[in-house]
């Protein structure tokens, strides 16, 4: 485990090391995005373009953008029609484990916090995983704790094995692991890898993670690439957005995206746009800046960029937001969310990792969907 002390840029012992130019590229390139330089006539050259460049995409992130969003909108809308057509996909989240090693100041789950920590025997998150799969939906996303001992990688295999059987897609949000044990739950039935690395910043990386894993960023920030070479169909990028500026941790996100699809252009690269939210024994935390005016620039940005991006739209948005940007940007929603340990079949076993926005059933979401004259979308997947 990397303590306190340790060099957050160094690795530990037992974290894999790729050869790879990406983080190099990506934060050399952010070094250089200064946000305020932007004007609006750069904004209408990036807008009057088919196709961005990296300049262009700063500019739509930049605060000169804030005043064309409608147009930027009525493009982006144009762009997701064209790569998804109307279809909007549905999943859900299960937390299997909360037990974390890490001292992340921003987290519910950070090992200091005094919560009720639990970790699904292998009957509960089955009980949990039929629960779900009644409801109709067929994309199931799996959590943990940053904790190896609680939920190691067999742990989670087996309940990756559970999944599989009813569930067409099964994505993992878990601890960076190496390249073989990524192989290794490919093996099992995983197909997608969420890792976000919360800030870009390396200075406000070391600040807000204190102690364990978690603290190594060049590990974290391979992570995807890692799980690419380890077979894994699909990665999710993202920023904790409010942790530091996000403007810049967007375009790193956009960034290192976009890097990864030139250099493994079979791999299926999404978006994510979390925001800080309160959380067990800390109510104030919220994402300073990053308002909804801020977090659908962001989005549209994201999409402009990179139009055949899927982005996902979470339970941290209240409920008039995601309405607003399914089908303009978000072409995957959650629905009926438990951010707890389990709590689907019967009561939750451990506590949430932060306060949710929107608490609607997957019958809600999928008529909300339709009454935008959308098509819900179960699965895009068959598993042979």
Same mark, same amino acid.
């Given at each position: 485990?990397?303590?306190?002390?340790?060099?957050?840029?160094?690795?530990?012992? #037992?974290?894999?090391?790729?050869?790879?130019?990406?983080? /190099?590229?990506?934060?050399?390139?952010?070094?250089?995005?200064?946000?305020?330089?932007?004007?609006?006539?750069?904004? /209408?050259?990036?807008?009057?373009?088919?196709?961005?460049?990296?300049?262009?995409? #700063?500019?739509?992130?930049?605060?000169?953008?804030?005043?064309?969003?409608?147009?930027?909108?009525?493009?982006?809308?144009?762009?997701?029609?064209?790569?998804?057509?109307?279809?909007?996909?549905?999943?859900?989240?299960?937390?299997?484990?909360?037990?974390?090693? $890490?001292?992340?100041?921003?987290?519910?789950?950070?090992?200091?916090?005094?919560?009720?920590?639990?970790?699904?025997?292998?009957?509960?998150?089955?009980?949990?995983?039929?629960?779900?799969?009644?409801?109709?939906?067929?994309?199931?996303?799996?959590?943990?704790?940053?904790?190896?001992?609680?939920?190691?990688?067999?742990?989670?295999?087996?309940?990756?094995?559970?999944?599989?059987?009813?569930?067409?897609?099964? #994505?993992?949000?878990?601890? !960076?692991?190496?390249?073989?044990?990524?192989?290794?739950?490919?093996?099992?039935?995983?197909?997608?890898?969420?890792?976000?690395?919360?800030?870009?910043?390396?200075?406000?990386?070391?600040?807000?993670?204190?102690?364990?894993?978690?603290?190594?960023?060049?590990?974290? %920030?391979?992570?995807? /690439?890692?799980?690419?070479?380890?077979?894994?169909?699909?990665?999710?990028?993202?920023?904790?957005?409010?942790?530091?500026?996000?403007?810049?941790?967007?375009?790193?996100?956009?960034?290192?995206?976009?890097?990864?699809?030139?250099?493994?252009?079979?791999?299926?690269?999404?978006?994510?746009?979390?925001?800080?939210?309160?959380?067990?024994?800390?109510?104030?935390? $919220?994402?300073?800046?990053?308002?909804?005016?801020?977090?659908?620039?962001?989005?549209?940005?994201?999409?402009?960029?990179?139009?055949?991006?899927?982005?996902?739209?979470?339970?941290?948005?209240?409920?008039? %937001?995601?309405?607003?940007?399914?089908?303009?940007?978000?072409?995957?929603?959650?629905? #009926?969310?438990?951010?707890?340990?389990?709590?689907?079949?019967?009561?939750?076993?451990?506590?949430?990792?932060?306060?949710?926005?929107?608490?609607?059933?997957?019958?809600?979401?999928?008529?909300?969907?339709? $009454?935008?004259?959308?098509? !819900?979308?179960?699965?895009?997947?068959?598993?042979?």
């Amino acid at each position: 485990m990397a303590m306190k002390k340790t060099n957050h840029m160094e690795y530990a012992d #037992g974290m894999e090391i790729i050869e790879s130019d990406l983080m /190099e590229k990506v934060l050399g390139a952010v070094e250089k995005y200064d946000h305020a330089q932007y004007t609006k006539r750069d904004v /209408e050259k990036a807008l009057s373009k088919e196709q961005l460049s990296l300049d262009d995409y #700063g500019a739509l992130l930049s605060p000169a953008a804030q005043g064309y969003l409608e147009v930027m909108a009525r493009k982006a809308i144009a762009e997701t029609r064209k790569h998804f057509g109307n279809s909007v996909s549905l999943f859900t989240p299960l937390y299997i484990a909360n037990y974390c090693e $890490n001292e992340c100041t921003y987290c519910g789950f950070k090992a200091t916090n005094k919560i009720t920590r639990a970790t699904l025997t292998m009957q509960e998150a089955e009980d949990e995983l039929k629960a779900i799969a009644a409801t109709g939906l067929e994309e199931i996303l799996l959590l943990t704790g940053e904790s190896r001992y609680k939920s190691d990688v067999e742990y989670i295999g087996e309940t990756i094995k559970l999944a599989a059987k009813y569930f067409s897609t099964v #994505g993992i949000e878990i601890y !960076p692991l190496n390249t073989d044990e990524y192989a290794y739950l490919h093996s099992c039935g995983a197909d997608f890898v969420s890792v976000y690395q919360e800030t870009y910043n390396t200075d406000t990386y070391e600040k807000y993670h204190l102690w364990g894993s978690k603290r190594v960023f060049p590990y974290r %920030f391979h992570a995807q /690439e890692r799980a690419i070479l380890g077979g894994m169909r699909g990665v999710s990028f993202g920023a904790l957005l409010g942790l530091d500026d996000f403007r810049k941790d967007a375009f790193a996100a956009g960034l290192h995206a976009h890097f990864m699809q030139q250099k493994y252009p079979h791999a299926e690269v999404g978006f994510s746009v979390p925001r800080l939210r309160p959380y067990i024994n800390n109510a104030k935390n $919220n994402p300073r800046d990053v308002h909804e005016t801020q977090l659908l620039q962001v989005m549209l940005a994201y999409r402009l960029w990179m139009p055949f991006a899927g982005i996902t739209i979470s339970t941290r948005e209240r409920a008039g %937001f995601r309405d607003n940007v399914v089908g303009l940007v978000a072409t995957k929603a959650s629905a #009926g969310v438990n951010v707890g340990v389990g709590g689907h079949d019967e009561e939750q076993k451990g506590d949430q990792q932060f306060e949710i926005s929107d608490e609607r059933s997957v019958a809600e979401i999928h008529q909300m969907i339709v $009454n935008k004259g959308l098509q !819900p979308v179960y699965t895009d997947y068959i598993r042979v």
